[in-house]
């Protein structure tokens, strides 16, 4: 019997030593995971700069453009290395009303010269420079909110743009697609129509394409009208979406992103493989002197996995650009206010020879665009 209590003894003794060495090496995984995605928001530090001596880039009051309201704006590579805007521009109906505008167009205008941070210059903006405009029933109110992706593989320019329509005194919106070669040519844009046609409104597009990579491309889009958040699809090429259930970056009740939120620019790549995308969003309660509007517009970040863009890996805790400039507010005299306390980011590059720095073009009060610096540290 002795014999059978030390065998028994002896088992028991090591089964405890096998669950406490499991449950050890189980506590250690988590530690290190909790850890993991503690430093991942640790590691980033993001900072933003509003260039061109504060002042905009392109306002109609310096006589930069013939329409009165030029913003949101998607940046486009050009052959040579340098690039240009696509603008969203707009005139008034009635000129004792400075909220009565008219259909949004789309015009083309080329950086001039190098980019100098501190005197950021466009050729200026005519008629003539409009490239995109309502040609469709579903576009008879507007042409809005450009956002392009130049894909190297194939040359092609794509364009993700807001068909606005109007009927029986209603608006609605469709998130739509159009290509190029040559994006500056008007004929040469190739309308594919609705991105969700089965969808009742959509808007705001953000495409990542990933021809380098095996899997799908992604779309991140939405500015939660429908849904309070963003949804994300996926596509084999570029044309057709599969919409992916849930939402994918809802809004926060209590926050600077409590109102919506809503797509910006592409994600961009950054040196550690990750990715960094921009998202605008929206509070109440800031007063303006626009009649029944209070509502101010921010922009925030987010860090995506590089292996799995789907997978959102920091999500800013702040703001990292808010209006705060006169002509960023649009309330005081002397300043255009289509919509105040407005800032909104559609287009951005990489900044030459600066690893993970961006320059960014924003619109600002729906009336004038501006120019920002993001700088990103990783650690």
């Known amino acids: 019997s002795d014999v059978y209590k030390r065998q028994v003894s002896t088992q028991s003794t090591g089964t405890c030593k096998g669950l406490s060495s499991v449950m050890e090496r189980l506590v250690i995984f988590l530690v290190i995971l909790f850890c993991t995605l503690l430093c991942e928001g640790a590691n980033y530090t993001l900072s933003v700069r509003k260039v061109n001596q504060q002042q905009p880039v392109i306002s109609s009051l310096r006589g930069d ?58 050729e200026k903006i005519t008629d003539n420079s409009v490239v995109f405009e309502p040609t469709t029933p579903q576009e008879n109110f ?11 593989k194939t040359g092609e320019y794509y364009l993700l743009y807001t068909a606005a329509e109007q009927m029986n005194g209603s608006v609605t919106a469709k998130l739509a697609l159009a290509t190029s070669n040559t994006p500056d040519v008007k004929s040469s844009w190739k309308r594919y129509g609705p991105v969700f046609p089965q969808e009742r409104w959509s808007k705001s597009g953000a495409m990542l394409i990933r021809d380098d990579i095996t899997g799908p491309h992604y779309l991140f889009y939405g500015d939660s009208t429908i849904v309070k958040g963003l949804q994300w699809a996926t596509s084999s090429d570029l044309i057709q979406w599969e919409e992916q259930p849930g939402i994918w970056l809802p809004v926060r009740s209590s926050s600077w992103d409590s109102n919506l939120v809503e797509a910006g620019p592409m994600p961009l790549p950054l040196s550690d493989g990750n990715y960094l995308f921009i998202y605008n969003s ?72 600066k690893p993970d720095s961006f320059i960014i073009f924003y619109g600002a009060a729906d009336s004038v665009i501006g120019a920002a610096v993001i700088s990103v540290t990783i650690q």
């Open 282 to 353: 929206a509070r109440c309660c800031v007063p303006s002197k626009k009649p029944s509007w209070n509502i101010q517009y921010n922009a925030g970040y987010l860090i995506l996995d590089g292996k799995n863009p789907s997978n959102i890996l920091l999500r800013s805790n702040q703001p990292i650009l808010s209006p705060t400039l006169s002509w960023e507010i649009g309330d005081d005299d002397g300043v255009l206010g289509l919509t105040p306390n407005v800032v909104f980011v559609e287009g951005w590059l990489p900044y030459p020879n």
């Open 65 to 122: 453009s013939t329409f009165k309201y030029n913003y949101n704006t998607a940046v486009v590579p050009t052959q040579d290395g340098s690039f240009a805007l696509l603008v969203r521009c707009q005139n008034i109906t009635n000129p004792n009303d400075p909220y009565s505008t008219g259909p949004s167009r789309l015009a083309y205008t080329r950086l001039v010269g190098t980019f100098d941070e501190n005197n950021i210059r466009f």
């Open 142 to 152: 507007g042409t809005e909110d450009p956002r392009v992706v130049e894909r190297r």
